[in-house]
């Protein structure tokens, strides 16, 4: 065992209320007057790139829909792999994830684009890796050492991180009214809350679900807006942890194919960040005896989000959300694989940091 844990991704996960309260702490604080941008000393910009793999990847998008929906910044996303023949328009913020900064795909990728008129900020765990020396500034992520392969709380880290920066840049560049600003750096304070209630609540009602699912060939993963993010981070998780298929998709684009998948007992999970639409997409499959996990607000089959924090007006203001979500999505993935007698700390065919192209 690990410090009384089993494994390391146990560990790892339950740390995550601490290590988003440590950057909520070390960074709430810069956020509303602008200084945590402004102190990064970087030229305007007038549009993003965000890059990335895996993982790290799915964090840029979190803090891209942040940036598009909170201040109309236009984000572009990036797979590191396929970026080389991007174009870059000047005045271009790239924002590179990555938790260990050694990834070959994005230094690549790094090294070939044109970033003479853009300005490279580095998201990473590592403060003293490559990409941090690459880049123009760097914003830390201070998860800690993360041991699994898997990626747990070093999301976590990246997006809030990533988030409180957002909001500082769209406060020091005018593109978000102080009020908004003062929702959202509010909300960014109570994930380390949320956080903790996602854990506890996951541990209760998901063992009876795996238990139900063990012997399932496939997983089906919908949301909306970053739901479509954590969506596709579940299914990650899944997928490298119990070795199943697994997909995601915007729970809109269900009827224009993959509702052809769910059949009798397919598992279907469902990130419900409170847009009404998605009732649809439940109805759909429930017709076709698809197994609905409902990861959403109370009455939800895994009622997670948005516990704890005031009802009401907030609800419309969480538009990068929600973050809490993906505590679920990680244990049900570790669950599961556990389960199948998978190593959770090592998958198969994975490494930590992957340093060939
Ligand atoms: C998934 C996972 C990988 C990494 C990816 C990028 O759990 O760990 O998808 O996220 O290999 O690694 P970094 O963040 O080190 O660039």
Same mark, same amino acid.
């Given at each position: 065992?690990?410090? /009384?844990?089993?494994?390391?991704?146990?560990?790892?996960?339950?740390?995550?209320?601490?290590?988003?309260?440590?950057?909520?702490?070390?960074?709430?604080?810069? %956020?509303?007057?602008?200084?945590?941008?402004? !102190?990064?000393? @970087?030229?305007?910009?007038?549009?993003?790139?965000?890059?990335?793999?895996?993982?790290?990847?799915?964090?840029?998008?979190?803090? /891209?829909?942040?940036?598009?929906? #909170?201040?109309?910044?236009? &984000?572009?996303? @990036? %797979?590191?792999?396929?970026?080389? !023949?991007?174009?870059?328009?000047?005045?271009?913020?790239?924002?590179?994830?990555?938790?260990?900064?050694?990834?070959?795909?994005?230094?690549?990728?790094?090294?070939?684009?044109?970033?003479?008129?853009?300005?490279?900020?580095?998201?990473?765990?590592?403060?003293?890796?490559?990409?941090?020396?690459?880049? !123009?500034?760097?914003?830390?992520?201070?998860?800690?050492?993360?041991?699994?392969?898997?990626?747990?709380?070093?999301?976590?880290?990246?997006?809030?991180?990533?988030?409180?920066?957002?909001?500082?840049?769209?406060?020091?560049?005018?593109?978000?009214?102080?009020?908004?600003? &003062?929702?959202?750096?509010?909300?960014?304070?109570?994930?380390?809350?949320?956080?903790?209630?996602?854990?506890? %609540?996951?541990?209760?009602?998901?063992?009876?679900?795996?238990? /139900?699912?063990?012997?399932?060939?496939?997983? @089906?993963?919908?949301?909306?807006?970053?739901?479509? %993010?954590?969506?596709?981070?579940?299914?990650?998780?899944?997928?490298? #942890?119990?070795?199943?298929?697994?997909?995601?998709?915007?729970?809109?684009?269900?009827?224009?194919?993959? @509702?052809?998948?769910?059949?009798?007992?397919?598992?279907?999970?469902?990130?419900?960040?409170?847009?009404?639409?998605?009732?649809?997409?439940?109805?759909?499959?429930?017709?076709?005896?698809?197994?609905? &996990?409902?990861?959403?607000?109370?009455?939800?089959?895994?009622?997670?989000?948005?516990?704890?924090?005031?009802?009401?007006?907030?609800?419309?203001?969480?538009?990068?959300?929600?973050?809490?979500?993906? &505590?679920?999505?990680?244990?049900?993935?570790?669950?599961?694989?556990?389960?199948?007698?998978?190593?959770?700390?090592?998958?198969?065919?994975?490494?930590?940091?992957?340093?060939?192209?």
């Amino acid at each position: 065992g690990v410090d /009384g844990h089993p494994d390391f991704m146990s560990k790892e996960i339950a740390e995550q209320p601490d290590v988003a309260a440590r950057i909520v702490d070390r960074l709430a604080p810069h %956020v509303l007057d602008g200084s945590l941008w402004a !102190d990064l000393a @970087l030229p305007r910009f007038d549009r993003v790139t965000v890059i990335g793999c895996g993982t790290s990847l799915n964090a840029g998008r979190m803090i /891209g829909g942040a940036l598009s929906s #909170l201040g109309r910044v236009p &984000v572009r996303t @990036l %797979v590191a792999s396929e970026a080389a !023949d991007a174009v870059m328009e000047p005045r271009t913020l790239v924002l590179a994830l990555s938790q260990s900064g050694e990834t070959a795909d994005l230094l690549n990728a790094i090294e070939r684009l044109d970033l003479s008129r853009s300005s490279l900020v580095a998201i990473t765990n590592n403060e003293h890796s490559t990409l941090a020396r690459q880049a !123009d500034s760097v914003l830390t992520c201070d998860a800690g050492p993360e041991i699994g392969v898997a990626a747990t709380k070093t999301f976590v880290a990246q997006v809030i991180t990533g988030v409180a920066a957002a909001l500082s840049a769209l406060v020091a560049s005018e593109r978000m009214l102080r009020s908004d600003a &003062v929702r959202h750096s509010d909300e960014l304070r109570l994930m380390p809350e949320l956080l903790a209630h996602a854990i506890a %609540v996951s541990h209760e009602v998901l063992p009876s679900i795996v238990a /139900g699912v063990l012997d399932e060939p496939g997983f @089906l993963f919908l949301g909306q807006g970053t739901g479509v %993010v954590l969506a596709a981070e579940g299914a990650l998780k899944l997928k490298e #942890l119990s070795y199943r298929w697994a997909e995601h998709q915007p729970a809109g684009e269900l009827k224009h194919g993959p @509702l052809a998948l769910v059949d009798r007992g397919t598992p279907v999970l469902v990130i419900d960040s409170g847009d009404p639409r998605i009732d649809r997409s439940i109805a759909e499959v429930d017709a076709r005896g698809g197994r609905i &996990v409902r990861i959403g607000g109370p009455g939800s089959t895994v009622p997670v989000v948005g516990l704890g924090r005031p009802a009401g007006p907030m609800a419309g203001a969480r538009r990068w959300g929600p973050l809490e979500a993906v &505590v679920p999505l990680q244990i049900f993935a570790r669950d599961l694989a556990l389960a199948l007698g998978r190593d959770v700390d090592k998958p198969r065919n994975l490494a930590k940091s992957v340093t060939v192209e």
